[in-house]
């Protein structure tokens, strides 16, 4: 395949060690790819929507986690095949970019692929198809930002956030409560926002799990919540407003970078640098405590004498903080990080109006948390559940619904859920067809269908017959040209999208569209795969 | 070559298997009801005990647990099945919650997934039935806490019923014919608590020798050490230093220190000046006017001896716990520098008197009359040490519940009372509701009816007819009925002074339920091959 001859005749070979490398190319490749890339999307399709299942996922170390999140499936799949990996990106990319949707872009692309595959064997050149999706993607998006409805944030105590986090938790194990978890990721997100700037630093926002009670005990604490406790078990329990020394030095003596060696050649040296090191402690706590701080929190760990000293001082400290949780406490309390105890000054102290220790549980557990930070509201959310996997799932339920408000504040546009956006748009862009008189036309028509996927997925996985159910949205979105008929997921009675509530942002849903598109083309592009024949 | 292109390509690592849809969920309620089937024997007061004995080469093999303790038995087996991992993992989650009903979440959650199967079965949809559960959940759990009792916490009532709660929970444990004496022991212990929580401060001393009747509960802290030889072995009216501080040498803690000298007088005078140090150390100590020191880090024959001399009881190499629990005791503070003699006062400890006592063949420290009387000890005496293990265990799961009890107050009747009524609050229910979901909410009903059924089944009586006649007493009004497991008849539970902490069955339902949901909710398994381990 790869021979190649030369002016005499001889054959040469081109490739290295081409005996050992597996090659597919042309037709083969495609297909190959193309099933790849649909078995992946084939195991995800049965996740979407509020009546998709879960997955088990078993580590390699045998840990067991269960989850509806299209990203952490993938990326836990241990995925091998290469085209298969590109969805697995385009999961993480869609994550990364908006948080939410992540198993709708993978669906939708395997949907895509499918549609190529008729094509290809229809004879159609692959880059024709790629180009007919290309102008397809440009046609569906123009249409989704004409349906899409600005909405109010503000109006009725932020029901419309509510709602867009409900829809992100309804597919969820956590849906039972979402409502309740709503609320609580929309007053965690509104605690933190910058509305005026429309932007929201997730940062603020700390996620911490505890196992435990059920997932109702869910709950925000106005303030930071540190897994760690007091340094000295006779320190006391809490501090009312509490001036925070935020220190990234340990309370040791010091230990120069540069290479150093000291030399003790006599008794008088020995007992010199015995004081010095003494001296250093009562130092330490001094130049703290001089500061006016009454609590330290410390990136490291603290020698016992100094620890005690502390303790004498009535300062209480903690060690060990993390250095994540350092900055958050930095911002939240507006508090300097110092790193040295000679620059330790009342400015640079942070200001809370408490700090304590909770306790849970039988197995002696504590944590800390700081309330009323002085600067920026910093939030915690304790999730809580009856097992780890639960706790874990929630905490990833909880960062999607995070996600959704957050996009909805930098931009309120909306589109409406159950399939209905991707079935306007699969009517807007076979009408778009239509008009075209090339190859194309072929392509742009199969974009439609694909986009049809969406909602006869939708329909399958609540246990509705796909075919009709979507066949009668179709049908009723012509005749009213409304675009907000989709498939009554929930069976509340109506297929209006408007009336059920369900509200998706336009950024997530444009994303998606962009985003498959691209993935497609690029998988359309690769008619050769080279690989070591032992991969 | 044709036929390559629609070959699926293996998409999965190496090893790495996928299950899908009827397969998957075979292999979880297989897993799982596997899971509760192995506990379902140690439930309740006739419930039977498991010997678990690790594997492995080593001493290791020789060292056997006996337990009915669900927790302890299901932290210890190795399973395989992910949705057995996640039984278990609820099991460990309660056991650090409240301590107690490790084996009723786990057979409950199996229970309820042995119902789930039969609905499958049915082609009921999993999200039909997980919609069902929810309302059955919420139901039962509205019965729970109607039913649920609240006493004050100084009455007389509320005393009585840590007593009986404290009795229920031992009731299924080794020590049941001693249940009573030991449900005294830990509500007394749990009491001087004063509503704390801290469970550190309940020290269980375990002792093999003499028989379980000889345990007891010991007003004040004992610890587990020895007076150091020379010092006197009886104090009264002490005061004690309570430090964290090194009394080998100290070591120079300045980093790059070297010593390096050039001669041997060189030496002797370093030495000279270690000494020096110490005993200034010491001469520190002994301006704060302690009679007892004790410290958690070794001290050296040379600062001992010193402190002999001024005659000053040591007691070195306390650990942690201990030195926590003898600060907290006498209210001393752990000191680890000792340049404010004048805050004497503050920080040494007090207590009447300390003694060295003999219990079994063992030496031990009791400090009496401390200062701060919440701390105490419960001495375990036993055959051997495998009963001593459970012996500790039960009494730490009834300390759970006290403490438990404690801070939640609320109490539900026991011997299957609570369930029997969730029971007959999702069967009331499932009549109103529309739809497939009933069938679920049934199903719901039926496995909490399991967990009486299945202590009727351990206890060897016939649960049919029991439970029959248990759902007729409810019936009639009569709502404090319960199994008598002495008897094999249905008993009035106040009159047999049968009592639970309603947290616990409440943790137990919400969790149970949680993790039934969660396993019905899978319907695709994916294992990554298992990481490589190069054997040693």
Redesign the interface.
């Known amino acids: 395949m790869s021979l190649a001859f030369d002016d005499y005749g001889r054959p040469y070979i081109i490739l290295r060690d081409q005996g050992q490398k597996k090659r597919?190319k042309g037709?083969?490749a495609?297909?190959?790819n193309i099933?790849?890339a649909k078995?992946?999307a084939n195991?995800l399709s049965?996740s979407l929507g509020p009546?998709g299942?879960?997955?088990?996922?078993?580590?390699?170390?045998?840990d067991?986690s269960?989850t509806?999140d299209g990203a952490t499936?993938v990326e836990?799949?241990?995925?091998?095949?290469p085209t298969?990996k590109l969805l697995v990106e385009l999961s993480q990319s869609q994550d990364a970019e908006i948080g939410d949707g992540t198993t709708g872009v993978v669906v939708l692309a395997g949907k895509l692929l499918e549609q190529a595959l008729t094509l290809l064997d229809k004879g159609i050149h692959p880059l024709k198809i790629s180009d007919g999706f290309d102008r397809a993607c440009d046609v569906a998006i123009k249409h989704l930002e004409t349906i899409s409805e600005e909405i109010d944030i503000q109006a009725n105590e932020h029901e419309a956030l509510i709602q867009a986090a409900c829809t992100a938790l309804g597919s969820k194990?956590v849906s039972?409560r979402k409502r309740e978890l709503g609320k609580i990721a929309v007053t965690a997100v509104l605690d933190v926002a910058d509305l005026a700037r429309r932007d929201v630093n997730l940062d603020l926002i700390k996620i911490q799990t505890k196992?435990?009670?059920?997932?109702?005990d869910t709950r925000l604490i106005s303030g930071i919540l540190i897994d760690k406790d007091m340094s000295?078990?006779?320190m006391p329990k809490e501090v009312k407003d509490a001036k925070i020394c935020l220190l990234t030095c340990p309370f040791?003596?010091?230990?120069?970078k540069t290479?150093?060696?000291?030399?003790?050649?006599?008794?008088d040296d020995?007992?010199k640098?015995?004081l010095?090191?003494?001296q250093?402690?009562?130092d330490m706590v001094k130049l703290v405590k001089n500061s006016g701080a009454n609590i330290a929190l410390c990136q490291w760990g603290f020698?016992?004498?100094a620890?005690?000293?502390l303790?004498?001082n009535e300062l209480p400290a903690v060690r060990w903080v993390s250095g994540t949780d350092v900055e958050l406490i930095a911002m939240a309390t507006g508090a300097r990080i110092i790193p040295r105890f000679q620059e330790i000054t009342p400015e640079k102290l942070g200001k809370a109006g408490c700090v304590k220790e909770v306790?849970?549980?039988?197995?002696?557990?504590r944590m800390l948390v700081i309330e009323n930070c002085q600067c920026t509201k910093a939030v915690t959310i304790l999730i809580r559940?009856?097992?780890?996997?639960?706790v874990d799932?929630a905490k990833r339920s909880i960062h999607d619904a995070i996600c959704v408000i957050r996009n909805l504040i930098k931009d309120n546009r909306i589109v409406y859920g159950g399939g209905s956006a991707e079935l306007a748009c699969a009517i807007q862009v076979l009408q778009y067809a239509d008009e075209v008189s090339s190859v194309e036309q072929y392509a742009i028509r199969s974009f439609a269908d694909a986009l049809e996927g969406i909602p006869c997925c939708l329909a399958d996985n609540c246990?509705l017959n796909p075919i009709t159910s979507v066949a009668q949205a179709k049908a009723l979105q012509l005749k009213e040209n409304n675009p907000r008929i989709g498939i009554d997921c929930m069976e509340l009675g109506t297929i209006d999208m408007k009336e059920q509530k369900i509200y998706e942002t336009l950024s997530s849903k444009k994303q998606q569209i962009q985003l498959a598109t691209q993935v497609v083309k690029m998988i359309l592009k690769i008619d050769d795969v080279i690989a070591p024949d032992d991969y | 070559m044709d036929i390559v292109g629609n070959v699926l390509p293996q998409v999965l690592k190496d090893e790495a298997t996928e299950d899908k849809g009827e397969m998957a969920r075979l292999q979880s309620f297989v897993g799982a009801i596997a899971v509760a089937d192995l506990v379902k024997t140690t439930l309740g007061p006739k419930g039977m005990d498991k010997i678990l004995k690790p594997t492995g080469p080593g001493q290791e093999m020789t060292h056997i647990t006996v337990t009915n303790d669900g927790a302890t038995i299901l932290k210890s087996m190795y399973v395989e099945n992910p949705a057995a991992k996640i039984l278990i993992e609820i099991s460990k989650t309660q056991d650090e919650e409240v301590g107690d009903g490790t084996t009723t979440v786990a057979v409950l959650a199996g229970e309820l997934l042995r119902e789930g199967e039969k609905l499958i079965q049915k082609r009921i949809h999993p999200q039909h039935v997980i919609a069902g559960w929810r309302i059955a959940r919420d139901v039962a759990l509205k019965r729970l806490r109607d039913i649920s009792t609240e006493n004050d916490i100084n009455s007389q009532e509320f005393h009585d019923d840590l007593v009986k709660i404290a009795r229920t929970t031992l009731s299924s444990k080794l020590i049941t014919s001693d249940r009573n004496y030991f449900a005294d022991l830990c509500v007394k212990a749990v009491l001087r608590l004063k509503g704390s929580s801290n469970l550190d401060y309940i020290q269980i001393i375990k002792l093999p020798g003499g028989t379980i009747r000889d345990s007891y509960l010991d007003d004040g802290f004992i610890l587990k050490k020895q007076i150091t030889i020379g010092c006197k072995r009886r104090i009264e009216n002490a005061k004690i230093l309570v430090a964290n501080t090194a009394m080998d040498y100290d070591k120079i803690k300045i980093y790059g220190t070297k010593v390096k000298v050039n001669s041997m007088d060189k030496v002797a005078e370093i030495e000279a000046a270690e000494k020096e140090k110490m005993k200034h150390k010491v001469d520190k100590i002994l301006k704060y006017q302690p009679t007892v020191f004790v410290n958690r880090q070794l001290i050296y024959n040379y600062p001992e001896q010193l402190l002999a001399d001024s005659g000053i009881t040591v007691i070195e190499h306390a650990d942690f716990e201990g030195m926590e629990r003898v600060a907290a005791a006498t209210g001393a503070e752990i000191l680890s520098t000792f340049d404010a003699p004048e805050r004497s006062q503050q920080v040494l400890g007090h207590c009447d008197l300390i003694e060295e006592i003999m219990i079994g063949e063992e030496k031990m420290i009791k400090f009496t009359g401390c200062k701060k009387n919440e701390a105490c000890t419960i001495v375990l005496r036993g055959a051997s040490t495998h009963i001593l293990d459970e012996v500790d265990r039960s009494i730490h799961d009834a300390l759970c519940v006290l403490i438990t009890t404690v801070k939640n107050k609320r109490v539900v009747w026991g011997g299957g009372n609570s369930e029997m009524q969730m029971a007959a609050a999702c069967e009331e229910e499932a009549k109103k509701v529309q739809g497939k979901q009933a069938f679920a909410i049934e199903a719901f009903a039926r496995a909490l009816r399991q967990i009486p059924t299945i202590i009727c089944d351990n206890g060897g009586y016939d649960s049919a007819e029991l439970i029959q006649n248990f759902k007729v007493e409810l019936q009639k009004g009569n709502n404090t009925c319960g199994l008598n497991m002495t008897d094999g008849t249905i008993g009035n539970m106040s009159e047999l002074g049968v009592k639970e902490c309603l947290r616990v069955k409440e943790q137990a339902l919400m969790a149970a339920s949680e993790a039934a949901e969660l396993i019905m909710r899978v319907d695709n398994i994916v294992k990554c091959a298992p990481r490589k381990r190069e054997r040693a």
């Open positions: 597919m037709l083969e495609y297909k190959s099933l790849a078995a992946v195991t049965s009546k299942m879960d997955k088990m996922l078993v580590s390699p170390d045998g067991v269960v509806n499936i836990k799949m241990e995925i091998q095949h298969a194990v039972k196992t435990g009670g059920s997932v109702e000295h078990p006779q040791e003596p010091p230990k120069p290479k150093h060696n000291i030399n003790i050649s006599s008794a020995y007992k640098l015995y010095q090191e003494q250093y402690f009562v020698d016992d004498e620890n005690h000293l303790l004498q306790q849970f549980g039988t197995s002696n557990e559940g009856g097992s780890q996997m639960i799932e246990g």
